[in-house]
């Protein structure tokens, strides 16, 4: 059974920094491609950095040169360094994955799922 256990959120003042981990067990993430989302209630789940199964990143503009994807295929885990955060951040955060090398894909074609974690940036 594949599970992905997202840690890490928390609350944070504008310009501070967070570090999510998302943790997956029952699969290799060298067979992964995998993607952060995130969503605030009432819109759309969308993606936020993404790597495919060789580990190169993409991110949305809106966090480029702020946020890096890191994929560890040692650990098993993925990870997204958030720094400089601003109160658009603000989310819940997903962690995703599929089997197969194509990154940015769709929510919906992603096949297993964290339980979301919650990033607040406020002053």
């Known amino acids: 059974q594949v599970q992905l256990v997202e840690s890490g959120g928390g609350s944070v003042q504008p310009g501070g920094s967070l570090r999510l981990t998302c943790a997956i067990s029952g699969i290799p993430t060298s067979r992964l491609s995998m993607c952060w989302f995130r969503q605030v209630p009432g819109k759309s789940r969308d993606n936020v950095a993404s790597v495919d199964t060789d580990g190169k990143p993409f991110y949305t503009w809106r966090v480029e040169g702020r946020f890096t994807v890191t994929k560890d295929n040692d650990k098993n885990t993925l990870s997204l360094q958030m720094n400089n955060l601003r109160p658009e951040d603000t989310a819940t955060y997903y962690c995703?994955?599929?089997?197969?090398?194509?990154?940015?894909?769709?929510?919906?074609?992603?096949?297993?799922w964290g339980q979301g974690i919650q990033v607040t940036v406020s002053s």
């Open positions: 995703a994955a599929r089997e197969g090398s194509a990154a940015w894909l769709d929510a919906e074609d992603y096949d297993y």
